[in-house]
């Protein structure tokens, strides 16, 4: 008997919960507006972050370049970027060949990024530049 108690308690329970879920008021006379996405972008936005995706990676572009001088320094390194907007840049500059990084290396890779943003004109203040090992990734 208190097997049944329990089973139609509990199914009572559900029931009830159910009828409140369905009662629960809902304005009316309100009309709700699709939320736009956070991600969502205009086009004139696109097409600025596209143009720059272009300017960093193509041959002969920005990283290109920065290859070849941290070639020239001798640094084994990877590039992990990624593009907020034209004007929030941020790039990990992961070194592969180098366990702990010195004052002196750190420096003189963010003088390189410097020296090529001067050289190509690009604004300085968009870029959030990172210098890592594999081993803080």
């Known amino acids: 008997m208190r097997r049944w108690n329990r089973l139609i308690g509990s199914f009572g329970f559900f029931l009830l919960m159910l009828v409140a879920l369905f ?3 809902q304005p009316s006379g309100s009309k709700k507006e699709p939320r736009e996405s956070l991600f969502q972008i205009t086009g004139e936005e696109e097409q ?7 300017y960093l990676y193509t041959d002969g572009g920005f990283f290109e370049q920065v290859r ?10 990877s590039i992990a970027a990624m593009l907020y907007s034209s004007n929030d840049i941020r ?16 420096s003189e890779i963010l003088q390189i990024f410097n020296d090529m943003m001067i050289k190509n004109h690009i604004d300085q203040q968009a870029f ?5 090992t594999p081993n803080r990734l």
């Open 91 to 106: 790039v990990d500059i992961i070194l592969n060949n180098i366990k702990e990084i010195s004052e002196h290396q750190q």
């Open 23 to 25: 009662m629960y008021p």
């Open 48 to 54: 600025a972050l596209y143009d720059v995706q272009e």
């Open 128 to 132: 959030t530049i990172q210098v890592i």
């Open 68 to 77: 070849i001088e941290m070639e020239r320094a001798g640094y084994e390194y």
